[in-house]
């Protein structure tokens, strides 16, 4: 079960690197690239969806 209402997907992540570093939970990770949010980690800080040039996150209720 999930802690939190909510989570952050992914769509259409272009590789750009531009939101390397910037969760304070470190609970983005990427595979072949392409980044993915590890739910358990996540806070719903939302300083990656702001930090996403091409909306590729995107907060889900
Ligand atoms: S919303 Fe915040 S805590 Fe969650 S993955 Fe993005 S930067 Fe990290
Ligand atoms: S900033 Fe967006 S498009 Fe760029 S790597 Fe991160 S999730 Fe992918």
Known sequence: MQEKDGHVA???CR????????C??????????LVRVDYSKC???????????NKALVPID
């Open 43 to 53: 806070i719903l800080c939302m300083a990656c969806v702001k930090a996403c040039p």
């Open 24 to 33: 304070p939970c470190r609970a983005l990770y990427r595979v072949d690239g």
């Open 15 to 22: 590789k750009c690197f531009k939101c390397d570093n910037i």
């Open 10 to 12: 992914v769509m259409g």
